[in-house]
């Protein structure tokens, strides 16, 4: 587990006297997800009604658009105080440390992310009587929580992007990852290159599956059929802007130099053959291609702070390579004859000039092959053994593995749910996780984070996403933050279905009903005799040798 030792923090609830019986501790605990990683629980609570009196030694950095109201209510005549101050020797920002009795409230955090972190428990804890007197000391598992929202497949409007954001800073997550940009459409205004959004940012078929066996096609906005959308570079600040009161960042991407057929139709003297919509991949070779590239990561760096742009880099074919002239004249610069060399010296680049910028590049795990500094971070996707070889290079590893983190597979028996991508991850499975579990215990503490992916080809409307999202995304918020070194599945099924419950009711949601889930089909379980046992197999189509 990376970072965070929560044991530098002198934990001194005996001092306090707490009684931390069984059932006060469920009572108290059952809305707290994440849970936190040290907490005792005491006897009373800390009323909210009446106003506090405040005393403070950091400032105004407690006060964060989590901070309850009651907490702003001063009133010189109260007994009850609520203090805050810095916490010294924490080892990440986000730590706090928070102990409440019944006339104080003391909350001690590095930073103001950690006084949000803070507030948020704060908020989960309350009930109709006040705060419950605990004694928690917290700090997170993982430093990169995150979730992956695909805006390509189907467009989703900022209102929406927020109200994810809102339930995201609730349990504790700190990354928005937004694929912005893939052959569905580029979402995205970038000032120098218009036709990216006029024309190749909506779609005259709704219908991904449709759209995709028809020849992929484009329309411009004024089309009566058009469907999908961008978003301007304002909406962008004011989204980064809101995620970052929340203690969000949002990382934007940028595919590249594959899942770009928009590109290459938009602007198809960036592709090796200059042929629109029959390409995906930008020429490796052409002056052309590096100079689009840098001028939209300009654009995108001045729109996002974020130090990570994730560049994508994954799945990309490379058809034409082999018989461009641009990019064998480059391979033979580069000594190759391999494509795959030619595709790490496009990520090499990109990832220089992001330094150069003071930015940091992310890529999906295909990026391991290049020439990058240390602590760029390759998000893993498919097996372990990426994340192994990432760790060797020296850099930091997101894990977001499909077997786990891909939220856009089944989540219960299929037959009865919406069509996904396939698969079957329910709840129990997201929570079993163990990041980094067969790899050695050295290479395990380095791993930087977790994240859940949702891509969106089979996920048309909101309601949806947060049905896909949400509890699943609980499961990664609890292991992110907590670790979950000792998995209870009964006991975070029930503080999930307290969440879900809270989701529909106080927030608006779509949730999963996790109360009538159904489950694996039984004959999934154990084999029954079917007509298929033992028969001759014949692929009609061949299986992509890149998924065997
Ligand atoms: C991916 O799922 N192609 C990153």
């Given at each position: 587990?990376?970072g965070?030792?929560?044991?530098?923090?002198?934990?001194l609830?005996?001092?306090?006297?707490?009684a931390?019986?069984?059932?006060?501790?469920?009572?108290?605990?059952?809305?707290?997800?994440p849970k936190p990683?040290?907490m005792?629980?005491g006897?009373?609570?800390?009323?909210?009604?009446?106003?506090v009196?405040?005393?403070s030694t950091?400032g105004?950095m407690?006060?964060c658009t989590?901070?309850?109201?009651w907490?702003?209510?001063?009133n010189?005549?109260?007994a009850k105080?609520v203090s805050y101050a810095r916490?010294e020797?924490?080892?990440?920002?986000?730590?706090y440390r928070?102990?409440?009795?019944?006339?104080t409230?003391e909350?001690?955090a590095?930073s103001?992310?950690?006084?949000m972190?803070?507030w948020?428990t704060v908020?989960?804890?309350?009930?109709k009587?006040?705060?419950p007197c605990?004694?928690?000391?917290?700090a997170?598992a993982?430093?990169w929580?995150g979730?992956?929202i695909?805006?390509?497949?189907h467009?989703?409007p900022?209102?929406?992007?927020k109200r994810?954001?809102d339930v995201m800073?609730?349990y504790?997550f700190?990354?928005?990852?937004l694929?912005?940009?893939?052959?569905e459409?580029?979402?995205?205004?970038?000032?120098r290159y218009?036709?990216l959004t006029d024309s190749?940012?909506?779609?005259?078929?709704?219908d991904w599956?449709?759209?995709?066996d028809?020849g992929k096609?484009y329309c411009s906005k004024?089309?009566?059929r058009?469907?999908?959308g961008y978003?301007?570079q304002d909406q962008?600040?004011?989204?980064?802007?809101?995620a970052?009161e929340?203690g969000?960042?949002?990382?934007?991407?940028i595919?590249?130099?594959?899942h770009s057929?928009e590109?290459m139709t938009?602007?198809?003297?960036?592709s090796c053959?200059h042929?629109?919509?029959t390409?995906?991949?930008y020429c490796?070779g052409?002056i052309?291609?590096?100079?689009?590239?840098?001028?939209v990561?300009?654009?995108?760096m001045?729109?996002?702070?974020?130090?990570?742009i994730?560049?994508?880099?994954?799945?990309?074919?490379?058809?034409a390579?082999?018989?461009?002239p641009?990019c064998?004249a480059?391979m033979?610069?580069?000594g190759t004859?391999?494509?795959e060399?030619?595709q790490?010296?496009l990520?090499?680049r990109?990832?220089q000039?992001?330094n150069?910028?003071g930015r940091?590049?992310?890529?999906?795990?295909?990026?391991?092959a290049?020439?990058?500094?240390k602590?760029?971070?390759v998000?893993v996707?498919?097996?372990t053994n990426?994340?192994?070889?990432?760790?060797?290079?020296?850099y930091?590893?997101?894990l977001?593995?499909?077997?786990?983190?891909?939220?856009?597979h089944?989540q219960d028996?299929?037959?009865?749910q919406?069509?996904a991508?396939?698969g079957?991850?329910?709840?129990?499975?997201v929570y079993?996780y163990?990041?980094g579990g067969?790899l050695?215990?050295?290479e395990r503490?380095?791993?930087t984070g977790?994240q859940?992916?949702l891509w969106t080809e089979?996920?048309?409307t909101?309601?949806?996403v947060?049905?896909?999202l949400w509890?699943?995304?609980?499961?990664?918020?609890?292991?992110?933050?907590?670790?979950?070194?000792?998995k209870d599945y009964?006991e975070f099924?029930s503080?999930?279905?307290?969440?879900?419950e809270?989701?529909s009711r106080?927030e608006?949601m779509?949730p999963?009903?996790?109360?009538?889930?159904?489950g694996?089909?039984?004959?999934?379980?154990k084999?029954?005799k079917?007509k298929?046992i033992?028969?001759k197999?014949?692929?009609n189509?061949?299986?992509?040798?890149?998924?065997p």
């Open positions: 587990m990376t965070t030792n929560i044991l530098a923090m002198p934990f609830a005996c001092a306090m006297a707490f931390g019986t069984a059932s006060a501790q469920d009572r108290t605990t059952g809305n707290l997800l990683r040290q005792a629980v006897k009373g609570v800390f009323t909210t009604t009446g106003g009196k405040t005393v950091v105004d407690a006060d989590f901070m309850p109201s907490a702003r209510q001063e010189a005549q109260s105080v916490l020797g924490a080892s990440s920002p986000e730590a928070l102990r409440v009795v019944a006339d409230l909350i001690k590095p103001k992310e950690g006084f972190r803070a948020q908020n989960q804890l309350q009930g009587k006040g705060v605990v004694d928690v000391a917290d997170p993982y430093k929580r979730l992956m695909d805006v390509v497949r467009f989703f900022i209102d929406f992007l994810q954001v800073a609730q504790k700190n990354r928005l990852h694929h912005l940009t893939d052959a459409g580029w979402r995205m205004e970038i000032k218009p036709r190749v940012a909506y779609r005259p078929i709704e599956r449709t759209w995709y028809t096609p004024d089309d009566p058009a469907y999908g978003y301007t962008l600040r004011d989204l980064v802007a809101y970052a929340r969000i960042t949002v990382v934007p991407e595919e590249m130099p594959g057929n590109v938009a602007y198809p003297e960036l053959t042929e629109p919509h390409q995906a991949d490796a052409s052309a291609t590096y100079d689009f590239l840098e001028n990561l300009k654009e995108v001045d729109v996002f702070p974020s130090h990570y994730h560049v994508g880099g994954d799945e990309a074919a490379k058809k390579w082999p018989a461009c641009l064998q480059k033979r610069e580069l004859t391999n494509v060399d030619l790490a010296y990520i090499t990109m990832g000039f992001l150069e910028h940091q590049l992310v890529g999906w795990d295909e990026v391991i290049s020439d990058l500094s602590n760029t971070t998000m996707w498919r097996g990426r994340a192994h070889e990432a760790i060797k290079h020296g930091d590893v997101v977001s593995p499909g077997a786990y983190c891909y939220l856009d089944y028996a299929p037959q009865l919406r069509p991508i396939g079957y991850v329910p709840l129990e499975k079993g163990v990041p067969d050695p215990e050295a503490k380095l791993i977790v859940g992916n089979h996920i048309a909101t309601d949806h947060e049905q896909m509890p699943r995304a609980l499961a990664l918020a609890e292991i992110g933050w907590n670790g979950t070194e000792k009964k099924r503080r999930a279905l307290t969440q879900v809270r989701l106080e608006g779509h999963f009903d996790l109360k009538h889930e159904v694996q089909r039984p004959e999934s379980l084999q029954v079917n298929a033992g028969a197999i014949t692929y189509k061949p299986y992509s040798k890149a998924y």
